[in-house]
């Protein structure tokens, strides 16, 4: 698998089956233990896009920030832009040299007869 | 050029048709400035008279230039009989076209603030044609961008990676942004060349809404490799994928009048064409070494950055000993046109600028080819004809005002005792306005008639032959209403030019319909102008103010002109009723057209998601993907990186100008390390309220 395809995987779930209501009005501490379960549910599904997320809450804070930690470790994978560098110049043209124009064409091969 | 370079084949035919279309502009040039002192009262005697004929005579000439072109291209077309002009590179190799190797060749995009869904839906149907050859090997893709907001760069990347991925093209699709954007597209494809261009025999340069067909994209490598003198050869693209009205009379055009025009063009130039700026092939090594354009050390406009830089890359090459040539016959090379008029007079006022700067290579550039210099000149001019055509009409308003005066002088030459008595010769005056009216449209009905008698295979993508008719009248009535409005801008840009305003460099917009306000306070000025100047004619002759009713009339009616052109709604209406239909809308087309409407492209990121620097902070894989283009920072841009990061975490995205905080991108470190911040961070934490903002924003249905 290519390390983009890792990568770039957005979300499968359309967003009106996710859970509809994020705002917390329980008390703070069950408040607490939702968002850090929301939280570690929410990156797991951006980062697999998968579809079925496991739902077995365990709202134990420490666990899910644990979990979270791990994901968030996952290294960066290696994705290459642009090829190797080859590098040359672009000459200015604006003095005109005839020498130099015809040593150019000779080197390039160029019949000049 | 013979001394330096040996035996130019081409140079003996090159001059034979020169001269002869020379000869015919120049003789009915002639005419035309006999006939005009035939009906100037005093003919051409007076000081005012003298003004008139002499911003008479270029304009006359100009547009016999035209004509004549269009009417060498019916020659070659049917000399030829469609096949192509005989000595056009197309024609000569076409027996061992079929079976030249291919070489490595790169196919570079550059591009800054453009549609990113346009630009890669446009790239990737270029690519799967290209495929479809069974010859993407030999080609690398580079997608190159100056864009500076990192809403829309941030985009174009992961476009790209989703091309990649789609394509599976990694290591052969590439992007690149360069974060100093110095001289603009020559700076950018100039940073491309010194980087990778020895790596390539050949780049193929695109624009924007650039699409080429793979046959096409191929057979210009073949045809590099068939001719070794070869240094440019450029393609004709027609334009596609019009919606407005506007765009879709510009795509009828290019479509019907296009071929002749550019046959004429090419028949004339051979092996000394120019460069249009994209859908066009270069050897790289002859480029590098020859094309490089320094910033210009005049004064004023002919100062700093060459704007229409194609032109003289062109002429420089050609200097060196290198052909350029433009390939009438390659199909498949399509653009598109700006959706409006104001759109394509905001690319008019760039490109006006950039071809008057082109008076400094035409006089104080040595060893430049005569034609390279010709075209120089004919560029100029077409800008130039704008302002001259209005000092014409204002000398043409003086006379008239001179003689309702009664200010008859019947001793114009102090040094004559004889009189000269005005004479007034209506009919000269209407033979005139004919002949200048025959020159104008003889091209657009040569044609007409070209495509009706003799490519009837290609007449079929018109539609029916009475809604052909249709659109042809309409085109001409557009044309006629279009021309004064075009004139007073252009007029407007030449002078701004030359008291060198400044340009802005921006992206192109490519998709959107004019509003009715931004449409009136742009030809406001226009619309002001035509009233005082209809208003003057009226009070000085009645049979005048009929002569200025033409073009005072479209300056009256430019805004909603405009407007009404640049609905999308009227387009589609007009399409489906069958006028202005063109080969690529009747699937007459090339596949590459139809693969380019049919490709799907799923959304990049969730409509309801924030910014794309958001979005690209949070989002797990796009961090990543971030943080893994983004460089390892050392010694003081780490520091800065640092810096930056530092108070980002503490103030959150807001807390910077997003050009700024979007630098955080260029460090891998830094961007790992707010994405791990943010997720882990308390909820009353900037970067806490951030993602729970997302979360709701996904979620939330």
């Known amino acids: ?113 | 050029m013979k001394n330096l370079f040996g035996h130019d084949a081409f140079r003996r035919v090159a001059l034979i048709r020169r001269w002869i279309f020379t000869a015919f502009v120049l003789l009915q040039t002639t005419f035309g400035i006999w006939g005009m002192i035939l009906v100037l009262p005093y003919h051409g005697s007076t000081p005012i008279e003298k003004a008139i004929l002499i911003t008479f005579i270029p304009l006359y000439a100009f547009v016999a230039a035209g004509s004549w072109m269009a009417l060498f291209g019916f020659y070659i077309r049917r000399r030829f009989k469609g096949r192509g002009d005989a000595r056009s590179l197309l024609t000569r190799f076409s027996v061992q076209l079929p079976t030249v190797p291919l070489v490595k060749t790169a196919v570079a995009l550059p591009i800054y603030h453009e549609d990113v869904e346009r630009v890669f839906r446009g790239l990737r149907a270029s690519i799967e044609s290209v495929r479809a050859t069974g010859h993407l090997d030999a080609f690398e893709f580079f997608v190159l961008s100056d864009s500076r907001d990192p809403e829309v760069w941030l985009e174009e990347r992961a476009a790209w990676l989703m091309l990649c991925d789609e394509l599976d093209l990694h290591g052969r699709l590439h992007y690149r942004r360069r974060r100093v954007n110095l001289r603009a597209k020559t700076g950018n494809v100039s940073d491309f060349l010194r980087r990778w261009g020895r790596k390539f025999k050949y780049f193929i340069v695109f624009d924007a809404d650039s699409v080429m067909s793979g046959e096409a994209v191929v057979t210009l490598v073949r045809l590099m490799e068939c001719e070794p003198k070869a240094g440019m050869i450029q393609t004709v693209p027609r334009l596609f994928n019009a919606r407005s009205a506007f765009a879709r009379m510009q795509q009828f055009v290019t479509h019907l009048y296009g071929p002749l025009f550019s046959e004429g063009l090419a028949a004339l130039q051979l092996n000394e064409a120019v460069f249009w700026g994209h859908n066009a092939i270069i050897r790289t090594e002859a480029f590098m070494a020859h094309c490089g354009l320094k910033s210009m050390r005049g004064f004023g406009l002919w100062r700093g950055t060459v704007l229409s830089h194609d032109f003289v890359e062109a002429s420089f090459i050609r200097r060196a000993g290198y052909e350029v040539w433009l390939e009438t016959g390659i199909e498949g090379s399509f653009e598109e046109s700006p959706p409006s008029l104001d759109d394509e007079l905001i690319r008019d006022k760039r490109w006006s600028k950039g071809n008057l700067q082109h008076v400094s290579f035409i006089g104080f550039e040595r060893g430049l080819a005569t034609a390279h210099r010709m075209a120089f000149m004919n560029g100029i001019f077409a800008y130039l004809a704008s302002p001259v055509w209005f000092l014409f009409l204002l000398f043409s308003t003086i006379e008239v005002a001179q003689f309702a005066a009664g200010d008859i002088n019947y001793f114009p030459d102090a040094r004559s005792l004889y009189p000269n008595w005005p004479q007034w010769h209506p009919q000269w005056a209407i033979v005139l306005v004919t002949s200048t009216l025959v020159t104008l449209f003889l091209p657009k009905l040569l044609a007409l008639f070209d495509l009706l008698v003799f490519d009837r295979s290609r007449r079929q993508g018109f539609g029916s032959v009475p809604r052909l008719l249709q659109g042809f009248l309409l085109e001409n009535l557009f044309s006629i209403l279009l021309a004064p409005i075009r004139m007073l801008a252009h007029s407007a840009y030449v002078v701004q030019a030359i008291l060198n305003v400044t340009v802005r460099w921006a992206g192109q917009n490519r998709s959107s319909e004019i509003g009715w306000i931004q449409a009136v306070v742009r030809h406001a000025p226009g619309m002001i102008l035509a009233v005082i100047w209809s208003g003057i004619a009226l009070s000085l002759n009645a049979n005048f103010f009929y002569w200025t009713i033409p073009i005072s009339l479209s300056l009256l009616l430019a805004a909603p002109i405009t407007v009404w052109l640049s609905r999308f709604s009227l387009g589609d209406r007009w399409r489906a009723r069958g006028i202005w239909c063109t080969p690529p809308e009747c699937a007459l087309g090339d596949q590459v057209l139809v693969d380019f409407a049919a490709i799907p492209l799923p959304l990049l990121k969730p409509e309801k998601a924030p910014d794309w620097l958001s979005w690209t902070i949070l989002h797990p894989n796009q961090a990543r993907i971030a943080a893994a283009l983004a460089a390892h920072r050392t010694g003081a841009a780490k520091r800065a990186s640092t810096a930056l990061a530092d108070k980002l975490l503490a103030e959150g995205v807001q807390s910077v100008p997003k050009r700024q905080a979007a630098r955080v991108l260029d460090d891998a470190d830094a961007v790992m390390r707010l994405h791990q911040h943010a997720w882990m961070a308390a909820p009353e934490d900037p970067w806490g309220r951030s993602v729970d903002q997302l979360t709701r924003a996904i979620c939330t249905p």
């Open chain 1, 1 to 113: 698998m290519l390390p983009s395809e890792q990568l770039l995987t957005l979300p499968a779930t359309k967003p009106e089956d996710m859970a509809s209501n994020t705002i917390c009005r329980y008390p703070e501490a069950i408040c607490a233990q939702l968002r850090w379960l929301q939280r570690r549910v929410f990156y797991q599904f951006l980062q697999t896009g998968c579809p079925t997320i496991d739902l077995e809450a365990d709202l134990d804070i420490q666990h899910n920030q644990a979990d979270l930690t791990q994901r968030l470790a996952v290294p960066v994978p290696p994705v290459q832009a642009m090829p190797a560098l080859l590098r040359g110049s672009v000459r200015h043209a604006h003095s005109f040299d005839p020498t130099l124009i015809q040593s150019s064409r000779a080197s390039q091969g160029i019949d000049a007869s």
